[in-house]
Nanobody, 119 residues
């Protein structure tokens, strides 16, 4: 499975961005998908994930109400809609995937897309 993330950029606090991650080389509907991020000088952290059935969804507390993970199985794409961005959201964002059940760490990783939020 190959994952190609896009949609990062430099924005002002309060702005929105939508990250996309296109998957290829596998059966997308069988993949549990997620987004991680690594901020400068910090550990990598899970931002959100969504299982392959679409019934189990997680957003970390610091992004609840602002970020939303979703998927479009017809387009083999997972999204992360990010609203009300804050400077502390600045990080490289990585999309991930696992066949069926999640693993820790995830089996497949995209190349990362940089999000920079200025105050």
């Amino acid at each position: 499975v190959q994952l190609q993330a896009s949609g990062g950029g430099s924005v002002q606090a309060g702005d929105s961005l939508r990250l996309s991650c296109a998957a290829s080389g596998g059966t997308f509907s069988n993949l549990s998908v997620g987004w991680f991020r690594r901020a400068p000088g910090k550990e990598r952290e899970l931002v959100a994930n969504l299982d392959w059935t679409g019934s189990s969804i997680y957003h970390r507390d610091s992004v609840k109400g602002r970020f939303t993970i979703s998927r479009d199985n017809a387009k083999n794409t997972v999204y992360l809609q990010m609203n009300s961005l804050k400077p502390e959201d600045t990080a490289v964002y990585y999309c991930t995937a696992d066949p069926f059940a999640w693993t820790s760490p995830p089996k497949y990783w995209g190349q990362g897309t940089l999000v920079t939020v200025s105050s």
